[in-house]
């Protein structure tokens, strides 16, 4: 039992953090959905500046 809770108290404590390796595999994560995605992606960008410019072009100061 005391070998048990020894490994706990460590594992608890272990404050290490991210290593590169993990760093790189969210990036090539992240890569992969935006390339899955893109045509989605694309569209939605460009619907909301569509609507942008339209809002912006309506915009009347006086």
Known sequence: ????????????????????TEYILLLVV??????????QIEQIVNDK????SSAIGGFNPN
Not at 1 to 20: F, P, T
Not at 30 to 39: E, S, T
Request: proline fraction near 3%; hydrophobic fraction near 50%.
């Open 30 to 39: 992240v890569v992969a959905l935006v390339m899955i995605f893109r045509p």
């Open 1 to 20: 039992m005391k070998h048990i809770k020894s490994i706990a108290k460590k594992l608890w404590n272990d404050e290490s953090g991210q290593g590169a």
């Open 49 to 52: 500046l569509g609507s942008l």
